[in-house]
């Protein structure tokens, strides 16, 4: 192997071949292009998989759970209380069911989650307990038919939402970051109190109950 200056850089002489070797020049070796490619590659991969769990966060985040809650029915079913809760992903029943059919044609509905209250004996009182507590949406609900017997401290026991029924009077309060929450009677009604129920709207950072007022169809 020899070497010989020429004009505008340094030749190699190698079997027989002249090689121009320039100042300053890069090989383009091609291992190197292929493991440039695989990093690229790699690094799109990443984008991807991140860019995809904050899309997936962001959309949990938002995502929004309706609950349907009803009590006090006593045996009657308005076809506005249907109305009402068509569309929500589960129903509770905070008590005073009334008839079991009442139940079934809420299950046409959504998934349900009932207890008895203080009118509910026979089956309905063997089948329904008098308090549950079941979680939707990554909330903790207790429900009960009467909120004067409450036994436990929700905000404690880690409870976000306490659902009672009893008194026919809706109610929304919150109290040491608990949502209490009396829908009202959907049933016949009693006195001058109105005919209600509620939905509650569920996201990973906020509640939204309403008070659904049943009263202006009759």
């Known amino acids: 192997m020899g070497f010989r200056r020429s004009i505008g850089g340094l030749h190699r002489q190698a079997a027989g071949q002249l090689i121009e070797v320039r100042p300053g020049a890069r090989s383009r070796h091609p291992s190197f292009s ?4 695989v990093l690229t590659l790699a690094v799109l991969c990443v984008i991807e998989i991140v860019g995809h769990a904050v899309r ?18 006593h045996g009657l079913l308005r076809p506005e209380a249907e109305q009402g809760l068509a569309g929500v992903a589960h129903i509770i029943h905070a008590g005073d069911i009334g008839r079991a059919d009442v139940l079934v044609r809420l299950r046409r509905i959504a998934p349900v989650t ?9 089956d309905l009182a063997k089948r329904y307990p008098d308090t549950q507590v079941v979680r939707l949406g990554e909330r903790s609900f207790y429900v009960l038919h009467d909120l004067q017997q409450l036994q436990i401290d929700p905000a404690v026991c880690g409870i976000d939402v306490v659902v009672s029924g009893h008194s026919h009077r809706p109610r929304i309060e919150t109290i040491d970051g608990v ?12 006195f001058k109190l109105p005919i209600t129920l509620a939905t509650l709207e ?12 049943l009263s202006r169809a009759e």
């Open 56 to 73: 997936s966060r962001i959309e949990g985040y938002c995502a929004v759970l309706k609950i349907g809650i009803i009590s006090d029915t």
């Open 202 to 213: 569920l996201t990973a950072s906020d509640l939204q109950p309403v008070i659904h007022d």
């Open 179 to 190: 949502l209490y929450l009396n829908p009202g009677s959907a049933g016949p009604r009693r």
């Open 34 to 37: 292929f493991s440039l490619w």
């Open 114 to 122: 009932a207890i008895r209250g203080n009118i509910d004996t026979g």
